[in-house]
């Protein structure tokens, strides 16, 4: 069936480093990609999505980029803050269904 | 705005009780899913409704589980008997059409069934 892998499960930086998140998805016809921040108590809340006809996005600290023939994309935070603490969630949809990945816990030190 | 609204945001009921979450959907949105949050299984879409109609329900787990749209600002989940496995966080998310692809999450149901 469709799922959608995504790695690492933790990631822990430290203050202004980057960090990065890889998703893999499995159904050809996805078209939407849409990323999703997770605080604590909250429920999930997009922060950035991309389309299958471009290749990249960006917007001031977050970037993604998308290869639709290797079928990756990936998430892309510079100079992070502590408030980027948070459970991030890849996804991919096309039509009414949005398959999520298992979600990335980040972690970031002052 | 007000966003999705769920209610009750915490539901503390033992073995066997009927359990009903709710939600209203943001206003204008004709596009409902419910989906439940576990350690374990992540995020896993129960039912999606399109004009309250239910569209897919292929991951409501068993018969315990139901689902009901009567109109376009509200729909129920409702667990009957509940089970201590059923204990998660469900969300309700509602989008603005079947060709808009954001869904807008509320603040979730932490429910523990003991």
């Known amino acids: 069936g469709e799922n959608v892998e995504q790695h690492p499960s933790t990631l822990s930086v430290q203050e202004g480093d980057s960090a990065v998140i890889k998703c893999t998805y499995s159904d050809s016809a996805s078209n939407y990609f849409p990323w999703y921040k997770q605080e604590l108590g909250k429920g999930p809340q997009l922060i950035i999505d991309?389309?299958?006809?471009?290749g990249e996005k960006k917007d001031q600290r977050i970037a993604v980029t998308l290869n639709k023939t290797a079928k990756h994309f990936s998430l892309h935070i510079t100079e992070t803050q502590p408030e980027d603490s948070a459970v991030y969630f890849c996804?991919?949809?096309?039509?009414?269904?949005?398959?999520f990945g298992a979600g990335t816990r980040l972690f970031v030190k002052a | 705005d007000a966003g999705v609204i769920q209610s009750p945001r915490h539901e503390v009921t033992e073995m066997g009780q009927e359990v009903t979450l709710r939600c209203k959907p943001i206003?204008?949105?004709?596009?409902l899913f419910w989906y439940r949050q576990t350690m374990m299984r992540g995020l896993e879409l129960l039912i999606y409704f399109n004009n309250n109609v239910p569209i897919d329900d292929s991951g409501m787990p068993e018969d315990r589980f139901s689902a009901k749209m009567p109109n376009a600002s509200f729909s129920t989940l409702k667990i009957q008997p509940s089970e201590p496995r059923d204990s998660a966080v469900y969300f309700c998310?509602?989008?603005?059409?079947?060709?808009?692809?954001?869904?807008?999450f509320g603040p979730g149901t932490r429910l523990l069934v003991l």
């Open positions: 996804a991919s949809g096309g039509g009414f269904k949005t398959i």
């Open positions: 206003s204008g949105h004709n596009s």
């Open positions: 998310a509602s989008r603005q059409s079947s060709r808009q692809e954001t869904q807008y």
């Open positions: 991309i389309r299958s006809n471009v």
